[in-house]
């Protein structure tokens, strides 16, 4: 997993107040429900001094099972979608099936001189399946296209950020969640799960 910050901004809400942003990009593979709000939630808190940053090596050691608190939903969105480990299945796949392809055609050569209609329903499997485009799939791209990738950058920038800036003004979720928590002496509960 990859995680990266960038530098704080100030927007300036509706009512003239300024809050101050960050945006943080995760890179990985498979999250859980919830994961990225709840790691997000425990950076906030250790870093606003609610939680020791020991907290962090609780959350990682496999005998605890830890009680999380879990920021809104708001800000949350999927940025890019990356298949390696699909296409690499892909391509074993295509690997698989061209000694497939290879041990049928063998066995045509063998049949030949035995019928034609056999030959035929081989040449028939074969067809199938090359035209299924060896496994039935096809390699995935998200942003391979400069322009594609332009403009969804564009699209991010132009329509979903301000989206979600307009939206904390005015329901201020962030900050009743700042506040809830403030407010409860601790959400953050480490217990050791029995192996």
């Known amino acids: ?106 066995k045509m050569e063998e049949k030949s001189s035995s019928g034609v209609e056999e030959c035929k329903s081989a040449l028939k499997t074969e067809h199938v399946a090359s035209e299924v485009g060896g496994c039935g799939l096809q390699k995935l791209t998200w942003s391979a296209d400069p322009e594609l990738a332009a403009a969804m950058s564009d699209f991010r920038d132009t329509k979903i950020r301000p989206q979600i800036l307009t939206q904390e003004d005015r329901n201020l979720e962030f900050v009743k969640h700042l506040e809830y928590v403030i407010g409860v002496q601790s959400l953050y509960k480490v217990t050791e799960v029995s192996p």
């Open 1 to 106: 997993m990859d995680i990266s910050c960038d530098e704080p901004f100030l927007h300036v809400c509706e009512d003239g107040t300024s809050v101050e942003w960050i945006k943080v990009s995760l890179l990985g593979q498979s999250f859980l429900l919830n994961q990225i709000r709840k790691m997000i939630g425990l950076v906030v808190d250790v870093t606003r001094g609610a939680v020791p940053e020991a907290m962090f090596e609780q959350c990682y050691d496999a005998k605890n099972k830890v009680t999380v608190a879990m920021v809104p939903g708001l800000g949350l969105f999927l940025y890019e979608l990356f298949f390696d480990r699909y296409h690499s299945k892909l391509d074993h796949e295509d690997a698989r099936l061209d000694v497939s392809k290879k041990r049928k055609a063998d």
